[in-house]
């Protein structure tokens, strides 16, 4: 560092991490990358950096120093029209300014040798001395110009950066942490261009974003050149890796989903400027712009990344990653990395859940996009169309506009929340909502059109996943836990879980894992297809294309709803040749969702437990379901699964979690038979498990235990499972004769019932004895304090709730362990 000091030009393979103060955040990250990654793979593309040295002696050599100091003398940052006028007039100041020959001379002599390697063409990135710390990233303050070409080009894209020191959001960022306008220099690199105009790019994070769960690697890509995807103006793909999975060597993809990405950035070929914005071919709008390979190589450089800046801070350190893709030659480059500087820094000692004590009506609904924040807000919306219309924006205002860059932070940090037409979980809108701890709702396409400026709105990010936006105030609960002060159990307090985007939002929560993890969500949400109609796929569209009579007498209906069933089909299936592989990739990436959420921790996963009536409603229900006239007795649970009607479809939920645990590599992921009236159910359903390719080696085969058969048979049972999962609501109704359905008796008795307390104390009794599991994953507990007490006297092993109900009864279990223990 100290023969380096003096230098106004360093290549990266010089530069270490240490060198921050001398290149800043982002050239320092390069250089220490360059160094000591290559060597083991990573592909960094070359380039130098001109230090602060080359800055100061800039701006004292050029007497601009001082012009600099008068101009912002008196700043009011909160000021928006004299935060303009300022900035404006410093980068005026610095454009018109000459660079020192010296600067001019080393910057050409580099540059030639650069470009010697083959191509000319540079990208010309700011990197500021106080940017890219652990816990203030500046990200976006300063200007990165692509596609540079010659001396001249890159000698005045030099002076730009510089210049984008002083840009208003700058400014006005730097008086917000706290920095002085004058103590902080910029260093310029310089960095061989990667053709991905004609590939794809991204941003990795190895945090969720959103959550800030730790095991999974996010992705983020699009086509053409980073700056689309960096600065949010098109939604990219999306994809999970599962941390872990990847060390062990496991494929772990977690999940895809496909972004529009509408448009791209691409070289400007003759046209005056550096690069232009073109659409994307509906062909590549609907690919996806990762191979599996080539995420599954991303995210092991993710990894090892991570691993790098850790070891060397000694602390962990998440880091915010970007990357291109060379369309000409395949390869792919790490251009940049920074630490991750929002959730990596939440604190974890308190959970705040949002929700709404009364659900807003859907007539309020006004539009939808993708939720920012996890937090619920109401108040005046002010639209705003551009950049120049910031000066109406008001201190708490909700912030309705196209899309936002760093130019727009002077009033984004007085809103209170902030909606987007364009953008998504990258977007500039959603970075700095969540460094400002406000909701965003971001990708909305036409909120701008939609909402009343000057009205009332809710925005609702309750969900990490949709964000809402309702017309009118509604009111809504924060529900706040001091996560600090929950004492150990010996009892395990676990969760139920329906959606796996809920999943990743309680991931933090004090629990020792999921209790119960309905398939129905993801079936009902995700596929929404009738398993047997994606199996039975061809046989349907022959069927409607048949000449024959006008009713099917198979599936005992007419051609027009045959016809209607594929063309629904082929909508949501049109990525999939193979239409089962739809049903299985969509529930093991579901159920992925969640296992990784609460990694290494156990979630046990019950099979589908839809009556009837319920898988009516999926797309073809209605050709393959009876109607009965009381499906909660019915065709459901274990009668389905080994049934010749269902049996194949129960082996497309068999091979999901198969994949889930043997490629994605979550073995905590355990099963559930659900509703099983005899042991003879029970082994016939324990065969087609491993039928369809599920060994039993170290995997648990749980049963629920909410018929009396259940109880009455115990020990029966349990040499056939691993323990059981309490069903109260279903035990109390059969051991009482009451249809749970049915709201004319409901008064009549409840889990709390003395006989249900007594066959689950039976069950918990004969599980103990067996030296089996026993959980119960019901309602009861929840609704009934004195019926969880009796669970942990009886020394059930865990109790599953809902998340809403968990945090409070930790601290009341402890005190009945005491009493009983």
Request: hydrophobic share 35%; glycine share 8%.
């Amino acid at each position: 560092m100290e023969e380096k000091k003096d230098k106004f030009l360093i290549w990266f393979k010089d530069l270490s991490i240490e060198d921050t103060p001398l290149v800043g955040g982002k050239n320092a990250a390069l250089g220490e990358m360059y160094g000591s990654l290559t060597k083991l793979g990573i592909n960094i593309p070359n380039g130098f950096a001109l230090t602060s040295k080359a800055y100061w002696h800039f701006l004292n050599s050029s007497g601009i120093k001082t012009e600099i100091e008068n101009v912002l003398t008196g700043l009011d940052h909160n000021d928006i029209p004299d935060l303009q006028r300022r900035g404006e007039k410093i980068r005026q100041i610095i454009l018109d300014a000459e660079l020192p020959q010296d600067l001019k001379d080393i910057i050409k002599e580099a540059y030639l040798e650069l470009s010697s390697s083959g191509g000319k063409d540079v990208a010309v990135r700011s990197s500021a001395t106080a940017e890219d710390l652990p816990t203030a990233s500046f990200a976006g303050q300063q200007e990165t110009f692509l596609n540079i070409r010659g001396v001249e080009a890159v000698v005045y894209a030099t002076k730009r950066c510089i210049a984008s020191l002083f840009t208003n959001r700058a400014i006005s960022y730097r008086a917000d942490q706290g920095f002085s306008q004058t103590s902080v220099a910029l260093s310029v690199g310089v960095q061989k261009m990667i053709r991905s105009d004609k590939g794809a790019s991204g941003v990795n994070f190895t945090i969720d974003p959103e959550t800030g769960l730790k095991n999974i690697i996010y992705i983020t890509s699009t086509w053409g050149l980073g700056e689309t995807i960096v600065q949010g103006r098109v939604e990219g793909d999306q994809f999970y890796v599962f941390k872990d999975g990847l060390k062990k060597g496991f494929r772990a993809i977690v999940s895809k989903k496909m972004g529009s990405k509408e448009r791209k950035l691409v070289y400007d070929e003759g046209g005056g400027k550096h690069t232009k914005e073109v659409s994307v071919e509906k062909s590549d709008r609907e690919k996806f712009t990762l191979s599996d390979d080539e995420i599954i190589q991303l995210a092991k450089w993710s990894l090892m990344i991570e691993e790098h800046f850790t070891k060397h801070a000694k602390e962990e350190r998440p880091m915010d990653i970007e990357w291109a893709k060379d369309g000409i030659t395949g390869e792919i480059f790490i251009v940049q990395a920074r630490p991750e500087t929002v959730q990596s820094q939440k604190s974890i000692n308190s959970f705040s859940n949002y929700y709404f004590p009364i659900q807003p009506p859907k007539k309020d609904l006004i539009v939808t996009g993708d939720a920012i924040g996890s937090k619920i807000t109401s108040g005046s919306p002010r639209i705003i169309k551009g950049i120049e219309g910031i000066n109406q924006f008001r201190k708490g205002e909700i912030l309705v506009t196209e899309m936002t860059d760093p130019d727009w932070e002077p009033i984004m940090k007085e809103a209170a929340a902030i909606i987007t037409n364009k953008g998504g979980r990258t977007s500039h809108a959603a970075i700095v909502s969540r460094e400002l701890g406000i909701p965003a709702v971001v990708g909305t396409g036409n909120a701008t059109e939609l909402i009343k400026d000057g009205s009332t709105i809710t925005v609702d990010c309750s969900s990490p996943d949709i964000g809402k936006i309702y017309k009118g105030k509604h009111e809504f609960s924060e529900q706040k836990y001091e996560l600090k002060k929950i004492p150990k159990t010996e009892t395990k307090l676990m969760l139920n879980i329906g959606s796996p985007d809920q999943a990743l939002i309680y991931h933090s929560l004090p629990v020792q894992g999921v209790g119960l993890a309905r398939e129905e969500f993801i079936i009902a949400s995700e596929i929404k297809i009738h398993p047997m109609a994606l199996i039975q796929y061809e046989k349907i569209k022959s069927e409607a294309k048949s000449t024959k009579s006008d009713i099917n007498k198979e599936y005992k209906t007419n051609k027009s709803t045959l016809k209607k069933i594929i063309k629904e089909i082929d909508e949501l299936t049109k990525d999939y040749s193979d239409k089962k592989e739809y049903y299985i990739n969509k529930l093991a990436s579901g159920v992925a969702k969640i296992g990784v959420a609460f990694w290494p921790r156990p979630v046990i996963v019950r099979f589908s437990d839809f009556k009837t009536n319920e898988y009516r409603t999926l797309i073809g229900g209605e050709i393959f379901e009876p109607a009965e006239e009381n499906p909660m007795i019915g065709w459901r649970g274990a009668s389905r699964y080994y049934s010749p009607n269902f049996e194949e479809a129960f082996g497309l939920e068999v091979k999901a979690i198969k994949r889930v645990r043997e490629e994605i590599g979550l073995d905590n992921v355990n099963v559930m038979v659900p509703f099983c009236r005899t042991p003879e159910e029970g082994n016939k359903v324990v065969k087609l498990i491993e039928k369809y390719g599920l060994e039993r080696k170290n995997l648990k085969v749980y049963v629920m235990c909410e018929i009396p058969s259940n109880v009455i048979q115990a020990y029966e049972f349990l040499e056939i499972f691993d323990g059981f999962s309490i069903g109260s609501n279903d035990l109390a109704q059969l051991t009482l004769g009451i249809d749970r359905d049915n709201a004319t008796l409901s008064g009549i008795a409840n889990e709390n019932n003395d006989s249900v307390k007594e066959l689950v104390r039976i069950a918990i009794s004969v599980a103990r004895e067996q030296k089996k599991y026993s959980g119960i994953c019901g309602q009861a507990p929840s609704d009934f304090p004195d019926f969880a007490e009796f669970l942990v006297k009886n020394k059930i092993e865990s109790i599953s709730l809902n998340p809403d109900t968990v945090v409070p009864l930790i601290e009341k279990v402890a005190k009945w362990e005491k009493k009983y223990y």
